[in-house]
């Protein structure tokens, strides 16, 4: 006797961070296919395109279970016109045309490999494509002046498209604790982005550092980055300063998702686990970097973030840089839209009371935005 399974009809709330997302995700070709179109839309300069389908994923990786039927979708949010072709062409033929043929596209594969260099962006990418350059060997070819990070982008092109691990990521944090703790002892070292989010690799690693003494983080930057030098630790760095000042902020300030922390943008030297005792021999060491062959060498690049922030704004900026981009967008979009206040990684403005609302947590701020607080690990939307 065969029971024809209930059909289940879903329901989700709206906005991202609203819902609970762990990594578990029962409908991954779905959010594979929708995430590529989402890629291809910001690659190719469309950012609202690339929004809509992120959010239709998300919406997808909320889901209890597998995605069987169309009618199953009924009343969902977030999935417009466009999303529902791509999932109803999934359902019925097991892929979707237009995520195969943008995947084999020209344009596409030249725009993943010139964005792989780090400090390329989707528009350099754009003018060297219209230009005839879709490959590392046609741009070293094509004569074209790089800046500082192109140049260390190309350098460990390799490296940096390879993903960190969790191990990795640990050992890049001893690393950042202990230059920290050699210039200002008391500093706080957490880390942050997916990593924090209980993802098992990730891009790159992102780290907050704050002093619980207000002012004391201030000129921290420099003097965490010559240590790191002196330690051979870095291979390359760009140093921004700090440029906010709430009193210039002014309320009537559009959300934006660039924050102004001090930040160093960098690309760290990580020795190998199997090489951390080579790097205490120095003989070893010394024939290890003399050979070439990226292979053999004892080490390798890592892109790390690091950002400082005084201690008042510390839940924000860390509320801010747990990410993902996505629940990041849309706390700002609830918060403007649904409580006309508005969020950023420095701090939270009620529009309405005319004042900004403080917090010294996580919770705090969810709790002034009217939301269930959601952890980490249910923040990967
Ligand atoms: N972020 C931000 N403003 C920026 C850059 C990032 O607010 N200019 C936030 C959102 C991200 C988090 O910081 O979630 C970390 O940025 P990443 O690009 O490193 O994103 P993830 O860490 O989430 O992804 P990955 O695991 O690939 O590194
Ligand atoms: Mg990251």
Redesign the pocket.
Known sequence: LVNKPEVVVFSVPSYACQRRTTLENQNTTLTDALSLLAENAELSNEDGRGVAFRRAAAVLKVLPSAVQSMSQLTGLPCLGEHSLRVIKDILENGASNEVESTKKSEKYKALKVLTGIFGVGAKTAARWIREGIHNLCQLRESGHTLNRAQQAGLEHYDDINQ??TKTEAEVIQEMVEKAVASVLPGAQVVL??????G?M??????FLITHPEEGREVGLMPKVVSWLEAQDFLLYQKTTRNSYLESKEGPGRPPS???RFERCLSIFKLHSVENQAAVQDVTKRVEGEQRSDEQTRPWRAV?V?LVVSPFSQFAFALL??????L??RELRRWAGYEKAMCLS?HALYDNKQRKYLRASSEEDIFAHLGLEYIPPSERNA
Do not use: L, P
């Open positions: 993903s960190v942050t982005g997916g990593f924090r989010r993802k690799s990730g891009h790159d690693v992102d998702n660039m924050d892109r973030d801010g840089w747990t990410g993902s981009k629940f990041e990684s």
